[in-house]
């Protein structure tokens, strides 16, 4: 398959090279996609989170009486559960967009491909 041969017309040979350029550029986003899906976001454990980013057991209390000291326990809690849980679905989220933006530059290039063959294919 020659793209630029010379019996090709010049609107032929135009349009070559704009599909050429533009298969360059969805092969680079393909392959920057597909580097994303590879490294993806960890997601870990609640209690790996609640050890690095709550720090639970770190917190200082207000108060000094055991009541207290329960009470602001099951509100920190709270609070980690309810960003342990936002944190998570961010990340699913991140790596869902991934894997779909992945799939539809895999399959834009195929489509590019199959178009710039399709155009130049010769008909015996």
């Given at each position: 398959?020659?793209?630029?041969?010379?019996?090709?017309?010049l609107l032929l040979?135009?349009?070559?090279?704009?599909?050429?350029?533009?298969?360059?550029?969805?092969?680079?986003?393909?392959?920057?996609?597909?580097?994303?899906?590879?490294?993806?976001?960890?997601?870990?454990s609640y209690e790996?989170?609640?050890?690095?980013?709550?720090?639970?057991?770190?917190?200082?209390?207000?108060?000094t009486d055991e009541?207290?000291?329960?009470?602001?326990?099951?509100?920190?809690?709270?609070?980690?559960?309810?960003?342990?849980?936002?944190?998570?679905?961010?990340?699913?989220?991140?790596?869902?967009?991934?894997?779909?933006?992945?799939?539809?530059?895999?399959?834009?290039?195929?489509?590019?491909?199959?178009?710039?063959?399709?155009?130049?294919?010769?008909?015996?």
């Amino acid at each position: 398959m020659r793209l630029f041969a010379k019996e090709k017309d010049l609107l032929l040979k135009i349009v070559n090279s704009i599909m050429v350029i533009v298969l360059v550029f969805s092969i680079i986003i393909m392959i920057g996609t597909g580097i994303k899906l590879i490294n993806k976001e960890k997601i870990v454990s609640y209690e790996q989170y609640s050890k690095e980013v709550c720090a639970l057991d770190k917190l200082e209390y207000e108060c000094t009486d055991e009541v207290c000291k329960s009470e602001l326990d099951k509100e920190r809690e709270k609070s980690c559960s309810k960003y342990y849980l936002k944190d998570k679905t961010e990340k699913e989220r991140i790596n869902e967009s991934a894997l779909n933006n992945f799939l539809i530059s895999f399959s834009t290039t195929i489509v590019i491909f199959t178009f710039l063959h399709i155009l130049n294919k010769k008909y015996n």
